[in-house]
């Protein structure tokens, strides 16, 4: 199984040269540090920073550059700073060219629920709502199943949703997937897990289909 870094490390690997890439709380702040050296990539992040880098060495942080978790960032050359209401037009406008969020639970038609569990206080859903509803290429980093070993990727979700059928795919501890109109595609598997782990971890429909390689990270 994969470790959160594993899990940014192979998302990584879907960023593609000249993309504009929104990146959410959690597990998707890592994947910039996993970027390939050899292309040029533009993270955007919705508190108003465009051209984020990675995550600073112990000693090097500057509380007044942070990310919409609030996390201290680097920025790389070129890096501008903007209000909220510039960067929700780059949003709503379709300038991005993929999402990468994380999430509560997936449904296996693409539902997402990421920003609210009933009975906990929350500050609200923040940008997601906005993304997922501008978004065309949505990808999901999370684990697979929850603290107690329950699934999270379901036939429905049970959270409040964020967005409805906008998932493209997901890449957990486990697996990498494709939602399709028949469910959950299964495309890869982590280094040392066996299908037969993904399916007991997979609520909503699981596809196999053919040999499923195992993850190159």
């Given at each position: 199984m994969l470790d959160k870094n594993g899990i940014a490390k192979r998302i990584a690997k879907e960023v593609k040269n000249g993309y504009y890439v929104n990146l959410g709380i959690g597990i998707p702040t890592l994947v910039a540090n996993f970027v390939r050296d050899d292309i040029e990539v533009e993270f955007q992040s919705e508190n108003g920073v465009l051209g984020m880098g990675p995550f600073p060495f112990e000693g090097d942080e500057d509380a007044d550059i942070i990310n919409a978790g609030k996390q201290t960032i680097t920025t790389l050359p070129g890096a501008s700073f903007f209000d909220s209401a510039m960067s929700f037009s780059m949003i709503r406008g379709q300038h991005v060219d993929l999402t990468i969020l994380g999430a509560m639970e997936v449904s296996e038609n693409g539902d997402i629920a990421n920003w609210k569990i009933p009975g906990k206080m929350v500050k609200g859903m923040g940008?997601?709502?906005?993304?997922?509803?501008?978004?065309?290429?949505?990808?999901?980093?999370m684990m697979h199943t929850n603290k107690r070993g329950e699934s999270k990727l379901l036939k429905k979700c049970s959270l409040p949703l964020t967005g409805v059928a906008c998932v493209k795919k997901i890449v957990t501890n486990l697996a990498v997937l494709e939602i399709t109109s028949q469910g959950f595609k299964l495309l890869e598997r982590a280094p040392g897990t066996s299908i037969d782990d993904i399916k007991k971890a997979t609520e909503g429909t699981l596809l196999v289909e053919g040999d499923i390689p195992e993850m190159r990270l």
């Open positions: 940008g997601a709502m906005d993304l997922v509803a501008s978004a065309e290429n949505i990808i999901v980093a």
